[in-house]
């Protein structure tokens, strides 16, 4: 595997962790009931555990990667000036605060109680505003480029909402299924629902920006790879919100009815939608390598 094929990987890999470690901790921190989010907690302290993990362990291996694309040679990955040298430029420097804020994810672990949830969904979001600062989002400087980086980074946080809190919502649909906490569980994901229309919209509406500022009009785009690829970005996050609005509007309210298999139907559909957000993030892993013009 060449060092551009890592790269491409371990971007995959790192948003995956931090949107998947930001949806959960939304759940726990902020959309759950105060008498549910200990029960919450404990049922997603796994997947939280290990997104936090993972988005340290790929952000150190990207910097890493990085190191060795920018000398050119891979073996310049053992060489601490090269290191120095990396870290002194504009991506060294925002990736110090990711590889920050990923460290204080780990940490936060070691905390209990709703302090632990709170510091892991503000080390999520930081992440993904520091990532609003590599990429496309970075071409340009002074206010113009806070702007379009600060769209950037509202983007990658509706997209964590919407996208990262798929998973939860599954664990949400078990727990429905016990009296216990029917009631929370099903008060938490109303909550998602109504908040998840703000976060499609915003997702939509900054994805839109996103692509003008970078290419311009699409009526101006050339027939590029990168073009391609973000046509079928935008295919595949159609056929994302087309199934969340199934889920809402068609087999939401048919839960009630009997012998309907409207909740075995929603909890496939969510799945597939979590598949196609796995696929959206690995294309844009690889269309944001690639040149626009």
């Known amino acids: 595997m060449g060092l551009s094929t890592l790269w491409i990987a371990l971007r995959a890999l790192h948003f995956l962790a931090v949107l998947l470690l930001a949806g959960s901790a939304f759940y726990t921190a902020l959309l759950a009931s105060r008498r549910y989010r200990p029960v919450l907690a404990q049922r997603l302290h796994r997947i939280l555990a ?4 993972l988005s340290l362990i ?3 291996l990207m910097l890493a990667t990085q190191t060795g694309l920018m000398s050119g040679d891979w073996r310049n990955v053992s060489d601490v000036e090269t290191w120095q040298a990396v870290l002194s430029t504009r991506f060294g420097a925002i990736w110090r605060w ?3 804020f990923a460290l204080v994810s780990m940490l936060a672990l070691l905390l209990r109680g709703i302090l632990r949830q709170q510091i892991l969904l503000v080390s999520g979001l930081l992440q993904l505003i520091a990532l609003a600062g590599v990429g496309h989002a970075a071409m340009r400087d002074g206010l113009p480029g806070l702007l379009q980086q600060s769209n950037h980074a509202l983007h990658l946080i509706a997209a964590a909402f919407w996208t990262g809190g798929l998973y939860p919502l599954l664990i949400l649909m078990r727990e429905a299924r016990q009296i216990a906490f029917r009631t929370d569980a099903i008060r938490c994901m109303m909550r998602f629902s109504r908040y998840g229309h703000l976060a499609v919209a915003l997702a939509l509406l900054t994805g839109v920006i996103n692509s003008w500022l970078i290419a311009g009009s699409p009526l101006s785009w050339p027939a590029t790879l990168w073009s391609a690829m973000l046509v ?6 159609m056929m994302m ?11 939401v309210p048919r839960f009630r009815i009997a012998g309907s298999q409207a909740l075995q139907n929603f909890i496939r559909l969510t799945q597939l939608e979590l598949l196609l957000a796995v696929v959206v993030v690995g294309l844009v892993s690889v269309f944001a390598t690639l040149s626009p013009a």
């Open 241 to 251: 919100v087309g199934i969340a609005l199934i889920n809402r509007y068609y087999l």
């Open 50 to 53: 290990t997104t936090a993990l």
């Open 232 to 237: 079928m970005k935008v295919m595949l996050v």
């Open 98 to 100: 990711e590889l920050a």
């Open 58 to 60: 790929s952000a150190l």
